[in-house]
């Protein structure tokens, strides 16, 4: 078994093994032209699978790259972004791993195997913080939390469309009797399949979750506005009477009751406490807090 | 018929078990890496299915444990998890009730009836804390009803999958000509497949119902701050004409009408009463409350 | 032929017949076991169908009352709920209907055809109280319009659930050649899969207005609340010149402006109108009401 | 060819073709009761259609019309609903057209085709209803725009229903190989169904939009509320330190500050100005207007 | 090979070709009434297709242009809209680039293939508005944000409707066997349907993100509204006292504590700010901001 590592996708090295394995121009197009879907082709000499593996930058953006594999009778050729080394060390163990494995189909599966354990990690990562972001709605919501959402959905998006795609790649692999993979790699080809579904139904959970977060965001800023008129409400409940009684009593108008008996002060104080006092009874009885 | 019970997936019993049936490395691997999805997979020499039995715990929060079977012409293992007192009491039950009979498939059945029985009662919890958040949710909207509904989604999404996937093991089982199920056991799969349908069903439904609590949610806490807005403006149109003309009549601005009469009093708040009278007139002709 | 009639599902008549015609004791426990789905089994020897009738009570709710069916060669046999007159009546009704008749397969089209009629009824009683609901949203959103809402989302729910499964049964009768149906029946089972496709897209026009009623509602309290806030900030807009003016000219400070001339009284209304008209205008101006 | 028109579904004119023709008694029946779902069933003599026309009433609401078709080998038997002008105008029509033609699967192709032309100009009228709508919510939200939005979905909805089924039956003539039917009109009956799937096309379309309108709606009072409150608060933060202040300076406490100043007032104006000012400059800052 | 350019579809041109070739008369029709959906179909002699192009025009909005090709054995047939300079210079750019190539389903790849080409400027034009529209509802909601997203809502129904049939005429290319397209031309041909797909499947996630743009406008808003109310309490809070005390002390009654002694206005002042003070602590302690 021949295995070509190719890590710049512009090398003439890929031309060279273009013309001696027959690979498709398109192909060859596809390998250069990065930021394709993932997807499998099979060809009468080989095929061609391009795969996606993804990670985090530091601000929890999600990041993805190529990895083009040609699996062939007796060659496997990968073709490496040029500036990931993530891929590269992916390769790498790879390489360890199949010490002493010497079928094509063999390596074709761990590089796949590896590059599904990608997934992992950052789903789990999105699911701690749309986490975060449901505690945020609900005891604190601010724009952050919207930004927030807003940029998990977007990531979201993203990851379910590598998933996806993926998918259809394992279950091609799982149903269709390719001559270049060996009837012994098929419960290993439907183990990698189930992973990927599995990972899909999370990212599906999760966007529900997001949409869900989102509705409670609303749901708590309207509560909580409702809670805020209720103070106010109150406030101007205690302060009115009093407002409208003194005001009634700084009037220069002659005649106001009691004004000059001794009691005057307690009439007026008692005035306003009564006021004041049904008031607050009467918002009480009508049962709104 | 040799029924092998093994409560520790750790042992090296099931290695043992692993070379005399032939058992593949990925499925003991399933059995040890535990938290897989309800799954069936057909074998050569046996069937190994997942199945996830669920429970609540004390504060209603869902549990899942998985248990692994594998079915052959003449043995059936059964892994559990180690630490699951209830899978525990499962097969002890299963095996009291199989008394006389010594056929494998009908273990196997009975293990999974006895699994999905356990899902009713976990719906019939939620759908009783769905109708208490409703009820919440109309007549005393809170941030705790919000955390409620966001539980209970999350426990949902988690029923729903453990069902989803039963139900896929359960019409696997309905369809394919299994060699190692005699026919007379096919009406019972069959059965068992409807219970885990209507369940499902049941799941779908409770979903929706809590999206509408959700909505119900929202509506009720806008229609809370519209009748405190309306209070506040009712207050308002009550105390400002009192305000406004004893401000007035407290100016120290000489002329003012009527202050020198003896009637200056009467004009005042008959002033007063006429003018919050037409507002509250107007607020009422205007049909807002 | 032979009709069995069976009133009491309990009733030692049926463990009978199930020896005589061989009934699978499945069958006989669905039968026992009440609120199962509607549903078709076909065995060997007969047709098993459970039936779902619906009615209202008095508070508008759904009730749903099970049917059996057993559909042999030469026998029909009825397994009716104990305490369910209305499925009494339709029996009753169904017996003299067939007067004359003699087959079990027109015996069983007669029934299914009743009992698909009890729908109708239902619906058209559910499509008036959301066209009720509608109109509440948006001329007078309380909170009982939104516990309507609910009651009819989860009375739906069931009515669609009766449907989706007395649907699958109409269509597993059209599709399905049995041998104990003439293929003279085969025209009336469709106009019966017909009703219940027709029934079953009307719940689905009723769950779709009635999540609209609810978006509704949403919207007009929000504009209600639009109201409120506009009659406060325009009663605020007309009171709050008076009282800032009448304030200042009730200080007790010396050298306010024309306090001792005798137009004092004039310039405070003059500047009181022309403050509180000029704020009028802007909002007029700026356009919100 | 023989075309029997027939404008009264219940005269016996119907029952004398039905005997002659051999027409199944339950589509006798669909002719004779109205408002059935748009429809196709064949039979050995002979293909009967239901097919619906539509029109908007005066206030522009969606009205249905049936119109039952009986195609055979050489006749074709139209039932009119007796009380629609539009239908009669619609077959006179159709009488003319096909002046020359003799078969009558072409009259049947006419028919329908007229009637699939009567779905456009509703959908245009809908959308520029909807157009109006948007306009509304976002420029003048009012209760109107609402019972527009609603109106409009349950006519939507009937429309979708109409379609759905018509799509059906087109789709139903394009695909089965019908003895009453030649191969030239095939491409014209594919001609049919590409209209009514894109008219469905655009109802699902104008659906869309109609949702997106309600979100506007509420977007749009919420975005309103929003302004009226900032107006509130500003007319707030002018009018309280002017407030405040005087009625400080209005108590009959001795030894406020500057009173006895001969630029008492200047003092007092002065600090009101500062408070509003420093206020305003406060909200500013905060960015929030 | 014959390619005929024809630039007016009303040109005598086409039907002379129409007789010549034996072009059906709904498709000639279907040049002739322009804005007709993407679609292909399979004639005796020929493929007939219809292709949409899509440009923007100044404001950002939405042009399409049809092109319907008549592909042959040895002939092609390209019909233009006669006032579209956009599809002109597709055309000659095609005309250039096949410069040494004869065969027809080389032709009619090129000009699919330039076609599609279209597509990706116009989603990625319209993911940056709704980038844009994103930050505004976050920053800075307006009215005009919510003109926007409609109006993308709209654009993007229609871009969606151009992608799904051209994906159905891509794979129904890529699918069937045509005696007019060789095999060498088929990776081209499911290369252009990939794109297709690929565009598809970002109009769906644009929508997505549009639909979670007008979400989010929601939030923002009414947690805007949250925060003005906020503001509004808070200056409420720290004025009523004032205004209650000030008025209190500005009544015409006697014997109100403290007023005749030196400490007067300390006494005053000092309750003025415990009061304000408390309340202050009290909204903080209920941890509202």
Redesign the interface.
């Not at 509705?215 to 805020?228: E, G, I």
């Not at 003194?246 to 106001?256: A, F, H, P, Q, T």
């Given at each position: 078994m021949e295995w070509h590592k190719i890590s710049d996708p512009n090398s003439p090295e890929l031309d060279r093994l273009a013309e001696r394995y027959q690979l498709?121009p398109?192909h060859i197009e596809d390998c250069r032209h990065r930021n394709q879907?993932a997807?499998i082709?099979q060809n009468p000499g080989y095929v061609f699978t391009v795969m996606k593996g993804v990670r985090l930058d530091d601000s929890g953006d999600l990041l993805t790259a190529d990895l083009d594999i040609f699996l062939g009778k007796d060659f496997v050729i990968t073709v490496l972004e040029d500036d990931c080394p993530e891929m590269q060390a992916l390769i790498e163990l790879v390489e360890k791993a199949s010490n002493g494995e010497s079928r094509p189909d063999q390596v074709y599966y761990r590089i796949m195997d590896h590059m599904v354990d990608t997934y992992l990690p950052v789903l789990d990562h999105y699911d701690e913080v749309i986490d975060g972001l449901?505690d945020q709605a609900?005891?604190a919501?601010?724009?952050e939390t919207?930004?927030g959402?807003?940029d998990t959905?977007?990531n979201l998006?993203v990851m379910r469309?590598v998933l996806v795609n993926t998918r259809d790649v394992a279950n091609h692999l799982q149903r269709t009797d390719s001559p270049f993979i060996q009837s012994d790699m098929w419960?290993?080809l439907?183990?990698v399949y189930?992973h990927v579904a599995?990972n899909l139904?999370t990212v599906e959970?999760l966007r529900?979750?997001l949409t869900?977060a989102?509705?409670?965001?609303?749901?708590?800023?309207?509560?909580?506005?409702?809670?805020?008129?209720?103070?106010?409400?109150v406030?101007?409940?205690v302060?009115?009477p009093?407002?409208?009684v003194?005001?009634?009593?700084?009037?220069?108008?002659?005649?106001?009751p009691g004004?000059e008996s001794?009691y005057?002060?307690a009439v007026?104080f008692g005035t306003m406490a009564v006021a004041t006092g049904g008031?607050l009874w009467a918002?009480k009885r009508?049962d709104?807090w």
């Open positions: 498709h398109l879907n997807k082709e449901e609900l005891s919501p601010t724009p919207l930004a959402v807003f959905k977007r998006i469309r419960p290993f439907r183990d189930d599995r139904d959970m529900d979750l869900g989102l509705d409670v965001y609303l749901s708590s800023v309207a509560n909580r506005t409702n809670q805020v008129m209720k103070v106010l409400t406030m101007g409940t302060a009115l009093a407002v409208v003194s005001s009634i009593y700084g009037m220069n108008v002659k005649g106001l004004v001794p005057a002060l007026v008031l918002l009508f709104w």
